[in-house]
């Protein structure tokens, strides 16, 4: 089926240790984002990718990077895994049609810091 | 910056009433979308309904209703009918016309359960 596919669905990580999240769109979307969820606060934007090739800050970029590797693929690194970054993550991908970005979301990624 | 504001974090309602979720928000911008996201327990994020500002009327989407007030910045979301179904975290969202690469600025989110 045509979406966003997120890897992995869970995973569990010592503080200190550093992981990436991988995210892909069968879609021929232009822009990618990463977004975190956290109880009480709603999706905040991490990065994003108006296009290939670049990337730029959202709202929450700190302890994060983000690698724009084709168009498909939008993925999101944690370099030194801290328990503040604990969270489910999701990436979206859409595209622009008269203004309006119509989104499609991946299934999330929830990542435990112990 | 937009801020969008959810000021109920929890709902219940008896299956078969109408319900209404509150929200409001604060931009400088004209131009934008809203929107009411639904996420079940199973994480996936759908779409409810959307309204454009510079449209008066206001979204429908078959059970579920906007009132839709500019000038008070207020977007609330009315289901009627309620459902077991409905049962969910539901997130307001804006997204600005202007330069904005469609991000979207989310609301708290509201927890809706609906009784049998």
């Known amino acids: 089926n045509a979406g966003v596919t997120q890897t992995p669905k869970f995973q569990v990580l010592k503080t200190g240790q550093s992981m990436t999240l991988q995210c892909a769109q069968d879609m021929n979307h232009n822009s990618m984002y990463w977004y975190r969820q956290d109880p009480g606060m709603g999706l905040r934007l991490i990065y994003y990718s108006a296009s290939e090739g670049t990337t730029d800050k959202g709202e929450v970029p700190n302890g994060y990077n983000v690698s724009r590797l084709n168009k498909r693929e939008f993925s999101l690194r944690l370099e030194s895994a801290a328990p503040s970054q604990t969270s489910v993550y999701f990436c979206?991908?859409?595209?622009?049609?008269?203004?309006?970005?119509?989104?499609?979301f991946g299934s999330g990624t929830r990542l435990t810091v112990v | 910056a937009q801020t969008v504001t959810q000021s109920q974090p929890e709902m219940s309602v008896q299956e078969a009433e109408t319900v209404t979720l509150s929200c409001t928000y604060d931009?400088?911008?004209?131009?934008?979308?809203l929107f009411w996201y639904k996420q079940p327990p199973s994480r996936q994020m759908i779409l409810v309904i959307r309204?454009?500002?510079?449209?008066?009327q206001n979204a429908t989407e078959n059970r579920f209703s906007v009132n839709f007030q500019k000038a008070a910045k207020s977007f609330s979301l009315k289901i009627s009918d309620s459902q077991l179904g409905d049962t969910a975290m539901y997130f307001c969202?804006?997204?600005?016309?202007?330069?904005?690469?469609?991000?979207?600025?989310f609301g708290q989110g509201t927890i809706l359960t609906v009784h049998p």
């Open positions: 979206a991908s859409s595209e622009a049609v008269g203004g309006y970005y119509g989104y499609t």
């Open positions: 931009t400088s911008e004209n131009n934008y979308y």
């Open positions: 309204q454009e500002a510079y449209k008066q």
């Open positions: 969202a804006f997204m600005s016309l202007a330069r904005s690469y469609g991000k979207l600025t």
